[in-house]
């Protein structure tokens, strides 16, 4: 299981030569912290968050600023992709969903390779709360180098391109977060084996040399209503049929086992993202997602991807959420199957996108979306673990916020068909929604 950055112990004491860099800031509890790199660790995780008093000497060696507090037009970002690409890990946040037209797309620029090292360490003591001018600089050029380390993060990312959008601030989007490209195990969960899997029969060249025939595919046996989920040809082509879109029902897609060929016509969130993304500032909701081009209805836009872990560590995680007051929640139960298989709560398994995930991590709610998600299996005896898929259930003009409903309102859209579907009473620490719809319910979930 990839780590994730750690707390190191506030009575413990940092040398500046042992700090390599200087990533991140926040406070918490009226103290300021800095995520650092520290020199020659042996764990697998070299990031750390520091109490800013318990580092002795002279920071501005590590971020670039001078005595005199000018920037540095030197400093550089050490950021090793590999690390990226094989981290893992969370979800989203409560944003916003403001169009921003005409916003300016922030391209990684070419940087000096060297950083100035003309500060010597201190002797003494210096903790940037007790030096505004030095906080001010190091807040500006902390911005810059951050927002360049995560453009690198963004480059990184497999498919069409995803850019970074913020025309609001000088804001970026945390670094103690780095995008995967496929869901990752945690402690304690393990994937249904192999040796269970099976796929059909069908020969890659029935149907127009699509694959799959209604008659013949076992794969559609397991779907509800027994039908291909996708539009095969015409101007829809690959996207959810409206039929389906109208449902919550679970998609079960033709695997590698099957005999169906690459073609098939039951194939399609496997093969990944299709289209570009922009995570963007919003007015009132911090970061959200959209699209530069239109969206058909019904176009797959990318799966929510995380650290999957088990229902306890859940529970650990969002009790150290409720200890430091935390409000952002990233956390994903996948549910879909366990009514239906009688698997018990403490047996499911989360999805948490809050350090390790993709794009859709930046989806905000709304009480009115143009996404939802639908759970696709590929492995169709496994219930616990399977893919949560995005699609367009509109025509999404380019441009506009990519939302979907937090809450999952499958099991009360059930209960509301057998006549039980009462609204219940929200709870006290609910959070506010500011979606801005006609229908909002002023709160995201109860």
Not at 26 to 45: A, H, I, M, P, W
Not at 84 to 105: L, P, Q, W
Not at 212 to 241: S, V
Request: charged content about 30%; glycine content about 8%.
């Amino acid at each position: 299981m990839a780590e994730q950055p750690v707390l190191i112990d506030d009575n413990k004491s940092f040398q500046v030569d042992e700090i390599k860099e200087i990533l991140d800031k926040r406070s918490e509890n009226g103290k300021l912290f800095y995520l650092v790199v520290l020199k020659e660790t042996q764990d697998e995780c070299s990031e750390s968050w520091l109490l800013a008093s318990k580092i002795k000497g002279d920071i501005t060696s590590l971020t670039g600023i001078g005595r005199s507090g000018s920037i540095s037009t030197t400093s550089s970002l050490s950021i090793n992709k590999d690390d990226d690409n094989n981290a893992k890990k969370r979800k989203r946040s409560t944003k916003g969903n403001k169009k921003n037209h005409g916003a300016i797309c922030v391209r990684r620029k070419s940087r000096a390779s060297g950083r100035s090292n003309s500060a010597a360490p201190s002797t003494s003591s210096t903790t940037v709360n007790e030096n505004p001018m030095l906080e001010g600089a190091l807040e500006e050029v902390g911005a810059h180098r951050i927002r360049e380390a995560f453009l690198e993060r963004l480059d990184a990312i497999l498919g069409p391109r995803v850019t970074l959008v913020n025309d609001i601030d000088n804001s970026s989007p945390s670094l103690n977060f780095r995008f995967i490209d496929a869901c990752v195990l945690g402690k304690g969960v393990t994937k249904a084996s192999e040796d269970s899997m099976y796929g059909c029969n069908c020969k890659p060249d029935n149907g127009r040399r699509m694959g799959c025939e209604y008659t013949t595919c076992e794969c559609l046996d397991q779907m509800i209503q027994k039908r291909f989920p996708y539009i095969a040809t015409g101007d829809r082509a690959g996207t959810l049929r409206d039929s389906h879109l109208r449902t919550r029902d679970a998609i079960f897609e033709c695997n590698r086992f099957c005999n169906c060929g690459d073609n098939c016509k039951n194939k399609l969130v496997q093969w990944g993202r299709k289209v570009p993304l922009e995570i963007f500032k919003t007015s009132n909701r911090g970061w959200g997602l959209r699209c530069p081009m239109d969206l058909r209805k019904g176009e797959f836009i990318d799966i929510y991807k995380g650290e999957i872990i088990t229902n306890s560590e859940a529970n650990r995680r969002e009790r150290l959420k409720r200890q430091t007051k935390a409000k952002d929640t990233y956390l994903y139960t996948m549910e879909k199957f366990a009514e239906d298989n009688g698997i018990p709560q403490n047996k499911l398994y989360i999805v948490d996108g809050e350090f390790f995930g993709g794009p859709t991590r930046f989806m905000n709610h709304s009480c009115n979306p143009n996404c939802r998600q639908f759970s696709v299996s590929y492995h169709h005896g496994d219930m616990y673990i399977y893919d949560l898929a995005f699609f367009a259930i509109d025509y999404i003009p380019a441009g506009t916020e990519l939302t979907f409903n937090y809450t999952d309102n499958d099991h009360i859209e059930k209960k509301k068909g057998k006549g039980k579907g009462r609204e219940r009473k929200k709870s006290k620490n609910a959070p506010e929604c500011l979606c801005g719809s006609e229908n909002c319910r002023g709160y995201i979930w109860m």
